[in-house]
């Protein structure tokens, strides 16, 4: 049901790039100061972002400590926060279709991560720890492409990047307790255990969709 919901909802979201019409008329005429706007637009846009969320839910599918969850995220926090305000704040262009074919590409990795292709067909295992960190960075780089669109003004940059950024923060914090209450709940059960393999090849299916979408916007637009 997920892959054939993104089958149809994706071609849109690609041409569009992930910005709503309200936003994109804020962002264009955005002049100054606008820390409200921003730490909502961040909250949004995390709530809404779905390759972001297929990628969390793939690292912490299998991750049951408290502890480790934190970690992980943590270090997603930290590599899209860079380059979010190195991308912007350096004026450091990346094609937003190239980055998103990546974002893609991170999904369908933690899929087939959690489903032990590495040791399987290669016979070794990535350091999860840094992948999640260096994915991180280009999810980072994908956030930074979408307000590069609109050139923002100098002045006060770097506080509505911050409130974005904060924004971000929340809407991933409140993505992932639902996300977790709801794995909590289905833990429970052994059909978890039994449903994993189906979970995670629909995760892989979903980056390759979103992968292939954006590498075909990619093609007819540059």
């Given at each position: 049901m997920l892959t054939i919901a993104l089958i149809f909802l994706l071609p849109t979201v690609a041409v569009g790039h992930g910005v709503d019409e309200n936003?994109?008329?804020?962002?264009?005429?955005?002049?100054?100061?606008?820390?409200?706007?921003?730490?909502?637009?961040?909250?949004?846009?995390?709530?809404?972002?779905?390759?972001?969320?297929?990628?969390?839910?793939?690292?912490?599918?299998?991750?049951?400590?408290?502890?480790?969850?934190?970690?992980?995220?943590?270090?997603?926090?930290?590599?899209?926060?860079?380059?979010?305000?190195?991308?912007?704040?350096?004026?450091?262009?990346?094609?937003?279709?190239?980055?998103?074919?990546?974002?893609?590409i991170s999904v369908i990795y933690k899929g087939f991560d959690n489903l032990g292709g590495f040791q399987r067909l290669f016979g070794f295992q990535p350091n999860t720890k840094a992948a999640v960190l260096i994915f991180g960075l280009f999810h980072g780089f994908g956030l930074a492409t979408k307000l590069q669109e609109f050139s923002l003004p100098k002045q006060d940059l770097w506080k509505n990047l911050l409130a974005f950024n904060i924004g971000v923060e929340i809407g991933q914090f409140l993505a992932l307790l639902f996300i977790l209450i709801a794995l909590n709940f289905w833990r429970r059960f052994n059909s978890y255990y039994s449903f994993s393999v189906v979970i995670n090849t629909l995760l892989m299916t979903s980056g390759l969709i979103l992968f292939g979408y954006q590498m075909t916007s990619y093609v007819l637009n540059v």
């Open positions: 936003t994109k008329q804020f962002l264009l005429n955005n002049q100054g100061m606008a820390i409200g706007p921003f730490l909502y637009i961040g909250s949004k846009h995390m709530v809404t972002g779905y390759d972001h969320l297929l990628f969390l839910l793939g690292v912490i599918f299998f991750l049951f400590r408290t502890r480790d969850i934190l970690l992980y995220v943590s270090l997603f926090t930290l590599g899209h926060s860079l380059t979010l305000f190195f991308g912007v704040l350096g004026n450091i262009a990346v094609n937003p279709y190239l980055i998103d074919a990546i974002i893609g």
